[in-house]
């Protein structure tokens, strides 16, 4: 079992950045992948963003590319996203999950065991 906490969202306008955290309990945490995931209101949920168990890899949707990172301090337990430069198409429930498989399928909801509660990001132009 694994807990998972989301902070950090909020209201900024166009062109500012947030950090986003996801503080996680109850396992070893540095077994566990982790991703960011965010869904809109009447869209899908989309993956965001990846991150190997040792943070040896990333990987992002091209929408974010160069604008967001993903980073993790598993001695902290934590897995952040940092995003930079956001636009109004940014704004979603922005979730953390976590999963122990080491597949290729990162990029995918089912792929993984926990998620957070999820944190309201919220850009405005």
């Known amino acids: 079992q694994v807990q998972l906490v989301e902070s950090g969202g909020g209201l900024v306008q166009a062109g500012g950045s947030l950090r986003l955290s996801c503080a996680a309990s109850?396992?070893?945490?540095?077994?566990?992948?982790m991703g960011w995931f965010r869904q809109a209101p009447g869209k899908e949920r989309e993956f965001v963003a990846a991150?190997?168990?040792?943070?040896?890899?990333?990987d992002y949707v091209d929408s974010v590319k160069g604008r967001f990172t993903i980073s993790r301090d598993n001695a902290k337990n934590t897995v952040y996203l940092q995003m930079n430069s956001l636009k109004p198409e940014d704004t979603a429930v922005y979730y953390c999950?976590?999963?122990?498989?080491?597949?290729?399928?990162?990029?995918?909801?089912?792929?993984?065991?926990?998620w957070g509660q999820g944190t309201q990001v919220t850009v405005s132009s």
């Open positions: 999950a976590a999963r122990l498989a080491r597949d290729a399928r990162y990029y995918a909801s089912r792929a993984y065991d926990y």
């Open positions: 109850g396992r070893t945490f540095s077994a566990y992948g």
């Open positions: 991150i190997t168990w040792n943070g040896g890899s990333t």
